[in-house]
């Protein structure tokens, strides 16, 4: 992503929040997992999406209109014993040089500068409840403003969640973020392509973890989206399925859903396929099936369709195979209404994909389910869940999990599937699995 990209983006909020306003974002907080140990740092997606940058301790802040420069970025100060440890800081100088910053300034600044900096605005644009600190930071600068109101200081006199329109501009992806998820997508179907072609009866579901995040980090994607999901046979079934320590046996299923992410962009797909690389009867009219509903669901998106329309063509031919198959029983329509589906699919058929693996973005406007647009990018992943046990189910079908997950972008005429380089037929995945 170039800094063009970034400025584009930050002029774009900037027009939409007009003159005598000012926009505070933090970055996330670094997060400690034991003593003297730190999770991997990852930017929060809303702050990195306007900067660029990807330090911790930084807060952004955009003035429109400001004439000493519209975009301040507040971070760590050069610190060349700190950074003997623990690798280059920006700085200052970095900040503008490097990140398109305006002006910057040390972040331990930040309770004197900033301030003066909301004296100057009628508005502020800020996501209250995402950061603690800076909250309780914002409500004593208010607080002080408004106790100086005599002396002529005039406090903000209207807050505004800024999410909701930055999460609005990221439900549109520009032709460098559908490249980069196009990238995330082709290398996490390369991991699916391999873990099918080492899948043996036998292997512990970690391994086939192993094997998908080598084939991603080899690939320069070291970073998953999401923790990856393996479950072989009942295991499937658990719909969030992340243990991932059991054997895989010869006459079970196996459900892989994993996506790498490339430069915090995600991608998720899920495959289902047979251990032994050949389906069984009850396993491949379960898995057709549950094609044929992803299918169906696939072709409703397009510009002018309602975001649910996916799901509805998924649920009429799920329950139309579920009929044929003996598993329900009834009137179509009426299995439908009443939801009779939901025993064995009872999740929505895709969400939003982006920045965050279930992106950002509003579902409906006003009440109404919103329509898909160009630059649109969301998953389809219809599935069948029946546990070992489940009453009235013969016992053929239990013990079975499939989903089948694909990235899909809606484009002017149509769709575009992101993750099509993952085999799902049953017969490329036999094919595959033979090799």
């Known amino acids: ?26 970055a996330a907080a670094v ?10 740092y990852r930017p929060d997606s809303d702050f990195y999406y306007l900067t660029g940058f990807s330090e911790p301790e930084a807060v952004a802040v955009l003035i429109p209109g400001r004439k000493q420069g519209e975009y301040i970025l507040f971070c760590r100060e050069r610190d060349e014993e700190k950074e003997r440890w623990d690798g280059p800081i920006a700085g200052q100088e970095g900040a503008v040089s490097e990140y398109g910053a305006d002006d910057s300034f040390p972040i331990a600044d930040l309770d004197d500068i900033l301030p003066r900096m909301l004296e100057q605005c009628e508005r502020v644009f800020y996501a209250m409840g995402c950061n603690p600190e800076l909250d309780q930071q914002m409500s004593n600068w208010v607080s002080q403003l408004r106790r100086k109101a005599r002396s002529g200081v005039h406090p903000p006199q209207e807050f505004i969640a800024l999410d909701h329109y ?18 995330a997508a082709r290398i996490s179907a ?10 043996r009866a036998g292997m512990m579901e970690y391994q086939m973890e192993a094997d998908f995040l080598h084939e991603c980090t080899r690939r320069g994607a070291r970073q998953q989206a999401y923790s990856p999901i393996v479950g072989g046979g009942n295991n499937a079934t658990v719909l969030h399925y992340v243990d991932n320590d059991c054997k895989l046996q010869a006459d079970d299923l196996v459900l892989v859903d994993a996506g790498c ?20 009867e009850p396993q491949a009219l379960l898995y057709q099936l549950v094609l044929d509903a992803q299918l169906a669901a696939i072709k409703q998106v397009k510009p002018g369709n309602a975001y649910n329309a996916p799901h509805k063509a998924a649920v009429r031919t799920l329950t139309r195979g579920l009929v044929k198959l003996g598993l329900l029983k009834g009137n179509i329509n009426t299995l439908i209404k009443n939801e009779k589906y939901k025993k064995f699919f009872m ?32 998953t389809i992943e219809p599935g069948l869940y029946i546990p070992l046990g489940s009453k009235g189910v013969a016992k053929k079908w239990q013990g079975i999990g499939i989903r089948i997950e694909d990235d899909i972008l809606v484009t002017k005429d149509g769709c575009d599937i992101l993750s099509a380089d993952a085999p799902k037929t049953i017969q490329e995945i036999e094919a595959i699995m033979e090799q």
């Open 347 to 378: 999740h929505g058929t895709g969400h939003w994909l982006g920045m965050d693996v279930h992106d950002v973005g509003d579902y409906k406007i006003d009440g109404h389910w919103r329509q898909l647009e160009p630059g649109m990018v969301l």
């Open 31 to 40: 997060k400690q997992r034991n003593n003297d140990v730190h999770y991997s």
């Open 261 to 280: 992410e490339l430069e915090l962009y995600a991608s998720d797909i899920t495959r289902t396929f047979p251990v032994s690389g050949r389906f069984s």
């Open 1 to 26: 992503m170039t800094k063009t990209e970034f400025k584009r983006r930050r002029r774009q909020l900037m027009r939409m929040m007009g003159k005598d306003s000012i926009a505070i974002l933090p």
């Open 190 to 199: 390369a991991g699916h392509k391999r873990i099918m072609r080492d899948c």
């Open 166 to 183: 930055l999460h609005d501009m990221r439900l549109y992806k520009s032709r460098s973020e559908i490249a980069l998820m196009r990238k």
